[in-house]
């Protein structure tokens, strides 16, 4: 069956991974047979591209969502969540497969593991979702639905509408479509999964891409456009938890692409919203306001 889509004129199309998080913050990561005590724990929605969808509306712009989200307490939840944050959820399939779960353990550094549970749950087949009545400024992939995502980077190419992808780590969706977006923005470990070193890795898939940054957590990012090169350090933060850093980095990054950013106000606003979203525990709730994220680019230079 086609989920058959309704008018959607959004600043930016996140299409991809949902899950639900539960966050336990701890004191350590446990070694073999050992059994600890969490202090906190802080159970909401996550996935990258589900988080991006809600940090680009809470600085203030229209995302939409499309992705899956299995009928079950975790998945009304989290469609709940997005609901609230003003997200359009118009193209989020529902399906009895379960909703992911991940289990993230956070230590007082702000260092985290991450176990994920996808059960049978796969990704949605090419044609799950009618995008013909889809008008976009900007579309965002992380890779985690491949087949709905690669044919609507093509359909976006042709229609001119700029496109983004999280690029977190090197697996079948973001090898697809590493060479088909406009904007590749890669975590340290796909550039190192890449070509072995950072460095090598951002001349390689500037090859495969217009706009080409790879961000280094609290040593900044860096980027390459052509033949022009650069770095840029990080916001001066206290890192809590790192868990969603990269998803908050970048939906600003497409918002800023959305609402016509020079370059270097773009990286500096999407690794405003990466620095701030350490501040806090959990994906979710770190996600910047527009209040904070304006604060922090206006008053601070990097």
């Known amino acids: 069956?086609?989920?058959?889509?309704?008018?959607?004129?959004?600043?930016?199309?996140?299409?991809?991974?949902?899950?639900?998080?539960?966050?336990?913050?701890?004191?350590?990561?446990?070694?073999?047979?050992?059994?600890m005590v969490a202090t906190e724990l802080i159970g909401c929605g996550g996935g990258p591209a589900a988080n991006a969808a809600v940090s680009i509306a809470r600085l203030g712009f229209n995302a939409a969502f499309a992705g899956y989200l299995g009928c079950d307490v975790y998945g009304n939840a989290h469609l709940q969540e997005l609901i609230a944050e003003g997200?359009?959820?118009s193209l989020v399939v529902r399906g009895a497969s379960p909703t992911p779960l991940s289990t993230i353990l956070?230590?007082?550094?702000?260092?985290?593991?991450?176990?994920?549970?996808?059960?049978?749950?796969?990704?949605?087949?090419?044609?799950?979702?009618?995008?013909?009545?889809?008008?976009s400024k900007v579309m965002l992939f992380d890779g985690?639905?491949?087949?709905?995502?690669?044919?609507?980077?093509?359909?976006?190419?042709k229609r001119g509408i700029p496109t983004v992808l999280d690029a977190g780590s090197l697996h079948k969706g973001t090898l697809a479509l590493m060479d088909k977006v406009d904007y590749l923005a890669c975590s340290e470990k796909f550039a190192q999964q890449v070509a072995g070193d950072v460095q090598t890795a951002l001349t390689q898939l500037a090859n495969l891409s217009p706009n080409v940054m790879i961000t280094l957590g609290e040593q900044g990012l860096i980027w390459q456009r052509g033949q022009?090169?650069?770095?840029?350090?990080?916001?001066?933060?206290?890192?809590?938890?790192?868990?969603g850093a990269g998803d908050a980095f970048h939906g600003a990054l497409a918002a800023a692409v959305a609402c016509g950013m020079n370059w270097q106000d773009t990286l500096r606003y999407a690794s405003a919203a990466g620095s701030l979203c350490c501040t806090k525990i959990g994906a979710r709730p770190g996600l910047p306001t527009q209040q904070a994220q304006q604060a922090l680019f206006f008053a601070t230079s990097v």
Do not use: Q, W
């Open 228 to 243: 022009e090169c650069g770095a840029l350090p990080a916001f001066p933060v206290t890192a809590i938890d790192t868990t």
């Open 144 to 157: 985690h639905e491949p087949e709905i995502s690669i044919r609507l980077a093509e359909m976006a190419r």
């Open 106 to 135: 956070v230590k007082p550094d702000g260092k985290r593991a991450l176990i994920n549970y996808k059960g049978d749950t796969l990704p949605l087949h090419a044609d799950a979702i009618d995008f013909s009545a889809i008008n």
């Open 1 to 35: 069956m086609i989920l058959k889509s309704t008018a959607i004129n959004s600043d930016v199309l996140c299409v991809g991974h949902a899950s639900y998080d539960l966050v336990f913050s701890v004191a350590h990561h446990p070694a073999e047979d050992e059994k």
């Open 87 to 89: 997200v359009n959820t």
